[in-house]
Structures are given as C-alpha cells and as structure tokens.
C-alpha cells in the first residue's frame, strides 16, 4: 500500500495580522491556507477510499510554518509521495496552475498536467503548467528539494485573479459540503 502525505501550506488565520497568504475581497480577507487544507482532507478522503496510506502533515494544522518539519514528518514516515498544496498570487492578469517537481520526477507531473489541462475547472495551466526545481533559481523550492521521496508542490490557480479566485470559491464550498469532485 502507497503511503502519502499531504501538505496544506502556509499557516491559518495570520494573513489580517500582516503574516500568512491570502488576498482581501469586498472588505473581507481570505486565507490561503483555508482552502489548502479543504483540498487536503478532501484529496485524502478520496485517497482512502481507494485503499491508500494517507497523511496531512501535522504542520499544516499548526499556527507556524516550518518547512523542515512538514519534509521531515514525511521523509520520518517513508512516504511514498508528498503533495504540498497552495494557491498562487501575482499580478491580477497572471492565472492557471502549474506543478513544480524535481528534474527526475517528471512523469507524475506530466500527468497532473495532462490531467488539469482536461479537467473541466476552468482554471487553465500557467504556461505549460510544469516548473522544475532547480537549486539557486527562483523555483528552489524546499518541500520538493528535500523530501527523500518523489515530492511535488501544486499552485491551484492565483487568488489575485478574478477568474481563478472564482474557482477557489467553487472549490471551497463543494469541498465543504462534502461532495465529491470529479
């Protein structure tokens, strides 16, 4: 049985106290880490539905971030695979999802894009929806670097855009009630 491990990223409730991610709408703030982990118990509960071995780092329920501990917890556990789930932010024009991932372990990011790309989210792919992590550049990401098991980090989208934000919407209330995505 494949073990994975999920990890919401970033922290609850700090984006009105000038920390954590998020964006501010119609007077109202709206965290990042909220739907990060609505995405991860839901991707868990399907998961275990099919007979897998699933976690959610117990950094992702924590007031504070520490990479190391949330790659540490799933390295400590051999994990067969390590999701870090997000949602991007940028500039209000930039959109889609992308999947960053080590340079040899490209094919479960081929497929993830291959999959978004058919999806019917109506969220496309940040250019070709794949970013490599390379070490010294701007994708030198840490989760992915220093996992000892294929590890991908997933940006669902950006908050700062009209059209993907609406998604996250979508997402969070269909989520919510408990239905499952297809």
């Not at 409730?13 to 991860?40: C, L, P, Q, W």
């Not at 390295?75 to 932010?89: E, M, P, Q, T």
């Not at 908050?159 to 989520?175: A, I, Q, R």
């Amino acid at each position: 049985m494949a073990t994975v491990y999920f990890d919401a990223g970033h922290t609850r409730n700090t984006f009105d106290r000038g920390g954590g991610k998020g964006v501010r709408r119609n007077g109202r703030s709206y965290e990042e880490h909220d739907s990060n982990i609505d995405i991860a118990e839901h991707a868990e509960k399907i998961l275990k539905s099919h007979g897998f071995d699933v976690h959610i780092t117990s950094q992702s329920y924590a007031s504070s971030e520490s990479l190391t501990s949330r790659t540490n917890e799933a390295n400590r556990a051999n994990a067969d695979l390590l999701v870090s789930i997000h949602a991007n932010a940028g500039a209000s024009s930039a959109n889609g999802a992308c999947i960053f991932h080590w340079p040899t372990s490209e094919d479960f990011a081929n497929i993830w894009a291959n999959q978004w790309e058919d999806a019917d989210t109506g969220v496309g792919l940040h250019g070709n929806g794949k970013h490599a992590v390379r070490v010294g550049t701007w994708t030198n990401l840490h989760m992915v670097r220093e996992a000892a098991m294929p590890a991908y980090l997933i940006e669902h989208g950006f908050m700062t855009n009209d059209h993907d934000f609406d998604y996250f919407l979508v997402v969070k209330k269909t989520v919510t009630a408990n239905n499952v995505l297809r």
